[in-house]
């Protein structure tokens, strides 16, 4: 976070004051507007900082544990990860926590939102990956722990779809999120894509996975051969 803070520092023509956690940096993110930065640590808290002058806003403290994803939406909020598995969303015009649900069993390793701030995707460290309906508090598991590594897991701006890359040599697509709530089967529908290095070779280049269930609307969904 000193890194992103000083090429705004350097801008300014200001020196930032010291911006420290009591144990380690967890993660740094800045708001939709870029006015703040936030950062979590091992030591339980989330700290807001402005942008332009390093100036601490508030510090925001964990139920439990470390804090270790956050994401602003583009409205007034702010969302948590924890180590308990948990995400809060906390005001940032009151900055005060106005829901947390338990999302994973394990601690979140991070988390992405979509624009409209109305879901969560968090990744955990068993490898599991789930969706987080904020308004009722809904998760939908995409992906059960103590599978391969994942390395990132991101959702779409609409919130509809969401990419999933690990150790496996294809990217996941989960289609249909939109409307999905509760806990839809799962379809795993793979197309093998050639491989312009490997011609003739035997590859899942993309693994479209299609949500399905009565909470599901099948419009939603793509053909998965069609990409």
């Keep these: 976070y000193r890194a992103a803070l000083g090429a705004v520092a350097h801008a300014a023509g200001v020196t930032l004051p010291p911006m420290l956690h009591d144990d380690a940096l967890l993660a740094a993110q800045f708001s939709a507007a870029g006015a703040l930065v936030v950062t979590t640590g091992a030591d339980g808290v989330a700290k807001a900082w402005r942008a332009d002058t390093g100036a601490p806003v508030v510090t925001l403290r964990a139920r439990a544990g470390a804090i270790t994803a956050a994401a602003f939406t583009t409205g007034a909020r702010?969302?948590?990860?924890?180590?308990?598995?948990?995400?809060?969303?906390?005001?940032?015009?009151?900055?005060?926590?106005?829901?947390?649900?338990?999302?994973?069993?394990?601690?979140?390793?991070?988390?992405?939102?979509?624009?409209?701030?109305?879901?969560?995707?968090?990744?955990?460290?068993?490898?599991?990956?789930?969706?987080?309906t904020l308004a009722s508090g809904a998760i939908t598991p995409l992906l059960a722990p103590g599978g391969p590594t994942v390395w990132s897991a991101v959702l779409s701006p609409d919130g509809a779809i969401a990419a999933i890359a690990s150790e496996e040599p294809d990217v996941r697509l989960v289609e249909g999120l939109v409307g999905a709530g509760g806990h839809p089967a799962v379809r795993i529908e793979a197309s093998d894509l050639p491989d312009p290095a490997r011609p003739g070779a035997e590859r899942s280049g993309l693994r479209r996975v299609q949500l399905t269930g009565p909470n599901v609307d099948p419009k939603d969904q793509d053909n998965p051969e069609s990409t």
């Design 78 to 132: 702010l969302v948590t990860g924890d180590d308990a598995g948990g995400v809060s969303v906390w005001s940032s015009a009151t900055w005060t926590e106005t829901a947390r649900v338990s999302a994973t069993a394990a601690p979140i390793a991070a988390l992405d939102i979509d624009r409209a701030g109305a879901r969560v995707l968090v990744r955990d460290d068993a490898q599991a990956v789930a969706l987080v």
